[in-house]
């Protein structure tokens, strides 16, 4: 399907809101989850994990299933409609009121996990949160195509999703071209320094060690304006509401359709999250940037 005048490119999305946790962090909570029991997590332990907002809510309704409680470290700034979720799924929510970001949410994140009745799965070096996408997602993206993709694109929030998901891709053909999306204002993989920004879910300020990055061909930094206007656009144009983390992906897909060497390639983009997510947050809403 051709999108934003790509008529040569077959621009495809995955469409990660669809998870019955409503993001593409499902996968990555509930291997963190199996991985944890495997490696000791008791009953009477408390979960504690340091997230953005998608990892939490995946973890709650998790945890809430599983019986376990759970603790969540969160950066202040996050949308109301995230922390709404995770208290309405029972999880003890502590906002971070710091300008380290999640860098100070997940040094909380680990004093709270040296307690005994704590344990911390840690998504951003946890060795099972880019294999659920390796084997989950992946798979998921090969069968509806046939087993041909040839660009994938995915933003790095831990770095999850484009390392799992790109090495299984990359196993079915070396060919895959596999691109990686920050945010403009804190494009750490680019080399430059982290900053503040308003998409929601990438760049977290650091590169994370579950990142592999030499699956990576390229990394394209997209400018918070423009991951907020194609959320709007692929809400607006296609009647998918998609959230900031996957406008940013959207407006790097869209520029790697662009380009003469991908033509008539299929181009898969992952969108992580719906925009219902982000509704209070005053920047969405149109009229308000």
């Known amino acids: 399907a051709a999108w934003a005048g790509v008529p040569q490119a077959c621009l495809l999305a995955k469409a990660e809101h669809l998870n019955p946790g409503g993001s593409c962090k499902d996968r990555t909570a509930l291997a963190l989850l199996d991985a944890a029991v495997a490696e000791g997590l008791r009953p009477g332990q408390a979960v504690v994990e340091a997230t953005s907002g998608n990892t939490g809510i995946a973890l709650a309704f998790v945890c809430a299933a599983k019986g376990y409680d759970l603790v969540i470290t969160l950066p202040e700034g996050m949308s109301r409609e995230r922390t709404g979720l995770l208290r309405l799924y029972g999880a003890q929510v502590e906002i971070i009121e710091s300008m380290g970001g999640m860098s100070e949410a997940m040094e909380a994140a680990r004093r709270m996990g040296t307690r005994d009745d704590a344990f911390l799965p840690d998504q951003f070096a946890n060795p099972a949160n880019p294999e659920a996408h390796r084997t989950t997602t992946a798979p998921e993206i090969l069968a509806a195509l046939d087993g ?60 994370p060690s579950v990142l592999d990055r030499s699956v990576l061909d390229e990394v394209i930094a997209v400018s918070d304006e423009a991951a907020i206007e194609t959320a709007r656009s692929c809400a607006c144009r296609e009647g998918v509401l998609a959230g900031l983390s996957s406008g940013a992906a959207l407006h790097a897909a869209v520029e790697v359709a662009h380009r003469p060497e991908h033509r008539g390639q299929r181009i898969v983009v992952v969108l992580p999250d719906s925009g219902e997510r982000y509704v209070s947050a005053p920047f969405f809403a149109p009229g308000m940037t």
């Open 148 to 207: 041909r993709v040839d660009v994938l694109v995915a933003g790095v929030g831990t770095g999850g999703t484009v390392t799992g998901v790109g090495h299984a891709l990359r196993d079915r053909d070396a060919a895959t071209h596999v691109v990686a999306v920050e945010p403009a204002a804190s494009a750490v993989l680019s080399g430059a320094p982290p900053g503040p920004h308003r998409i929601q879910g990438i760049g977290a300020g650091f590169v």
